[in-house]
């Protein structure tokens, strides 16, 4: 069975940078999109930005586009999230998850990593 793995997660002062990996380990990618959410404490689970499986199609929430950046890592079966200018609001759990639609809704994702903590000081 596949399983997502997220790494890079860490404590940066506003305005740094931070890049997110996201390993499938066991297999490959499945679905047709993989996605980064993020989850604050007390907050829903927010979609941040997917990649088309089969390419390189990719959305972002507003509050991440010019900043963000969504992209895959075919050699080494990794999707990585490269997190510039970052913000105090920006601090959460991130996770990696693979989608069975193109969508920004958390429900239409099925397999899910364990998450990494991204901590902005400002």
């Known amino acids: 069975q596949v399983q997502l793995v997220e790494s890079g997660g860490g404590l940066v002062q506003a305005g740094g940078s931070l890049r997110l990996s996201c390993v499938a380990s066991?297999?490959?990618?499945?679905?047709?999109?993989i996605g980064w959410f993020r989850q604050a404490p007390g907050m829903e689970r927010e979609f941040v930005a997917y990649?088309?499986?089969?390419?390189?199609?990719?959305r972002y929430a507003d509050s991440v586009k010019g900043r963000f950046t969504i992209s895959r890592d075919n050699a080494r079966n990794t999707v990585l999230l490269q997190m510039n200018s970052l913000k105090s609001e920006d601090t959460a759990v991130y996770y990696c998850?693979?989608?069975?639609?193109?969508?920004?809704?958390?429900?239409?994702?099925?397999?899910w990593g364990q998450g990494t903590q991204v901590t902005v000081s400002s």
């Open positions: 066991g297999g490959t990618f499945s679905g047709v999109v």
């Open positions: 990649i088309y499986n089969g390419g390189s199609a990719t």
């Open positions: 998850a693979s989608g069975i639609f193109y969508s920004t809704r958390a429900s239409n994702y099925n397999t």
